[in-house]
């Protein structure tokens, strides 16, 4: 596996958005600091109009680059993180750059190596990433994908024979999700291309576009992605609040936050 030249600029830079996840971005970022202080990696963070002790905590960091955005009105989620990462994407001068959540946490330097390498060998190569938010194993993930085929053709045969019916969902993940994921930013922007095009969550239309355009997207196993990371699923909707105590994303989030706390006693 290639690593990162330290003695070479770096080609990418890491982008994040942060919206009220103040333990969460410390653990993430505190994992990342010492590779990216070594090797030269350009940090953005794009603080969402968190208003919080977050917000105090990157401005206390002189190893990011920090913008802070305000939202003239209430936006969706999604919408407000799209927005955020164009405004990043604007000013990263790498030709690549590599979204990360604040609920992703890298234990494996490496995976920005392995990554990159797929670009650094095709050239038409402009994004590289991973369909699942978790790594399931091989029975979970043959049980996810029989049950959502099965419940999506069922659907398909009530509206077929004029019955009731909710609209199929795809029984099959197919965009990259941007809790760890390399674009090629130099690419995007000759194209004249942005995350947030349309109303879908961030990068899914630019996904679509780049593929009819001719460029390859890598899809990456989460057998392979996980082996460098860890992440929490909708970690930062639990972090928000977004989730009642007894669910099990919740509990997934306070579970982490134990057992990173038990390693990193500067989180308070």
Avoid at 54 to 60: A, G, T
Avoid at 114 to 120: A, E, I, Q, S, V
Avoid at 153 to 163: I, M, N, T, V
Wanted: glycine share 6%.
């Amino acid at each position: 596996m290639g690593r990162v030249d330290t003695n070479a600029k770096p080609p990418f830079s890491i982008v994040l958005v942060n919206y009220k996840t103040p333990e969460l971005t410390r653990i993430c970022l505190e994992l990342l600091q010492e590779h990216v202080q070594k090797s030269g990696i350009a940090v953005w963070v794009v603080d969402n109009g968190s208003a919080d002790a977050s917000v105090e905590y990157l401005r206390s960091l002189d190893w990011i680059n920090l913008i802070e955005r305000d939202a003239p009105t209430k936006e969706p989620g999604h919408i407000a993180h799209g927005k955020a990462l164009d405004m990043a994407l604007a000013r990263v001068n790498t030709d690549y750059l590599f979204l990360m959540h604040t609920d992703t946490f890298v234990f494996d330097a490496n995976v920005f190596a392995m990554m990159m390498d797929h670009c650094t060998k095709d050239q038409n190569v402009i994004a590289v990433g991973c369909t699942e938010q978790l790594n399931r194993g091989l029975p979970r993930t043959v049980w996810r994908f029989t049950s959502r085929l099965i419940k999506h053709h069922y659907r398909r045969l009530k509206q077929s024979l004029g019955l009731r019916s909710k609209d199929p969902k795809p029984y099959k993940e197919t965009h990259l999700k941007s809790f760890c994921t390399l674009w090629n930013g130099r690419l995007m922007k000759q194209q004249g291309l942005h995350f947030q095009i349309d109303d879908r969550v961030p990068g899914y239309e630019l996904q679509d576009r780049v593929i009819r355009l001719g460029y390859k997207v890598v899809f990456l196993s989460p057998g392979k992605i996980f082996k460098y990371l860890d992440h929490v699923q909708s970690g930062t909707v639990a972090a928000a609040g977004g989730y009642g105590q007894g669910h099990r994303r919740t509990k997934m989030y306070q579970d982490i936050l134990k057992r990173f706390s038990a390693t990193h006693s500067s989180i308070s």
